[in-house]
């Protein structure tokens, strides 16, 4: 396939579920695609296993001097590019009262505050006509207990993106996000969850999404590449990728 041929990519949090679904993706349809992350080994495998397509990259989101070194990373290894996916995030569950000031500013430095810097940092290098998305979830739209500041972040994340899609206009670069319901990746998206806990949560996102099962990480990189390569008339917007959930119903059981 030779769908994405000539086409250059970045993907923030690449290694692993959601992120390096896209990466695969993009990668197999031709394009070069430059992937981040925090653990060596990992990022080297991404390049092994697809040798001349995939650059990696170490960069710690939550670190503005390792962002900084990134926009040279990008500049001296892909040029210009065309899609940039920021797909990090943390989400810490705990009720109201058990949250602390620690996962608070981790969950906004990562989610928020990393994602902002990141596009800051790397917009200058797109090319004119690109697009630039961010990784949502339900929780920046729904009330969901336990999820208070993790929603906060998503919620930000998301009018952070409308503002980025109207001051980008005039380079023709376009800025959505794609909100994620259930999705079977190696964490289920909890960071403080035991193996146990993300088993039972893949059991109640498959009873509770309207469509009776959670998403494959195919499925996203194949949502998430639409709106970069091809929504080319679509921008400012956050698609549902929920299996129905955003419709406010149950699975039939």
Same mark, same amino acid.
């Given at each position: 396939?030779?769908?994405?041929?000539?086409?250059?990519?970045?993907?923030?949090?690449?290694?692993?579920?959601?992120?390096?679904?896209?990466?695969?993706?993009?990668?197999?349809?031709?394009?070069?695609?430059?992937?981040?992350?925090?653990?060596?080994?990992?990022?080297?495998?991404?390049?092994?296993?697809?040798?001349?397509? $995939?650059?990696?990259?170490?960069? @710690?989101?939550?670190?503005?001097?390792?962002? &900084?070194?990134?926009?040279?990373? /990008? #500049? !001296?290894?892909?040029?210009?590019?065309?899609?940039?996916?920021?797909?990090?995030?943390?989400?810490?569950?705990?009720?109201?009262?058990? $949250?602390?000031?620690?996962?608070? @500013?981790?969950?906004?430095?990562?989610?928020? &505050?990393?994602?902002?810097?990141? /596009? #800051? !940092?790397?917009?200058?290098?797109?090319?004119?006509?690109?697009?630039?998305?961010?990784?949502?979830?339900?929780?920046?739209?729904?009330?969901?207990?336990?999820?208070?500041?993790?929603?906060?972040?998503?919620?930000?994340?998301?009018?952070?993106?409308?503002?980025?899609?109207?001051?980008?206009?005039?380079?023709?670069?376009?800025?959505?996000?794609?909100?994620?319901?259930?999705?079977?990746?190696?964490?289920?998206?909890?960071?403080?969850?035991?193996?146990?806990?993300?088993?039972?949560?893949?059991?109640?996102?498959?009873?509770?999404?309207?469509?009776?099962?959670?998403?494959?990480?195919?499925?996203?990189?194949?949502?998430?590449?639409?709106?970069?390569?091809?929504?080319?008339?679509?921008?400012?917007?956050?698609?549902?990728?929920?299996?129905?959930?955003?419709?406010?119903?149950?699975?039939?059981?």
């Amino acid at each position: 396939m030779d769908t994405y041929t000539n086409k250059k990519a970045v993907v923030i949090g690449g290694t692993s579920g959601m992120g390096y679904a896209i990466v695969e993706k993009l990668a197999k349809g031709g394009a070069t695609v430059l992937l981040t992350g925090r653990n060596q080994a990992t990022l080297r495998e991404a390049e092994a296993a697809h040798q001349g397509r $995939v650059i990696g990259v170490a960069s @710690d989101i939550t670190k503005i001097e390792e962002i &900084k070194q990134l926009q040279s990373d /990008v #500049q !001296q290894k892909l040029g210009g590019f065309d899609y940039l996916f920021i797909n990090t995030g943390v989400c810490e569950l705990d009720t109201f009262e058990a $949250v602390t000031e620690e996962s608070y @500013d981790r969950q906004f430095s990562v989610n928020t &505050k990393g994602a902002f810097f990141t /596009v #800051q !940092q790397l917009a200058p290098l797109m090319n004119e006509g690109g697009a630039i998305v961010f990784t949502s979830s339900v929780a920046d739209t729904m009330a969901m207990p336990t999820g208070l500041v993790y929603s906060a972040t998503k919620a930000a994340l998301v009018s952070m993106m409308k503002v980025l899609a109207a001051e980008l206009l005039p380079r023709n670069i376009r800025a959505n996000a794609i909100s994620v319901g259930y999705a079977n990746t190696p964490s289920m998206g909890i960071d403080n969850f035991s193996a146990e806990e993300k088993q039972a949560f893949r059991e109640e996102g498959n009873k509770f999404t309207p469509m009776g099962r959670i998403a494959t990480v195919e499925e996203f990189a194949t949502g998430a590449v639409f709106l970069a390569h091809d929504a080319t008339f679509v921008t400012g917007v956050n698609l549902p990728f929920d299996g129905g959930m955003s419709l406010g119903v149950f699975a039939q059981q």
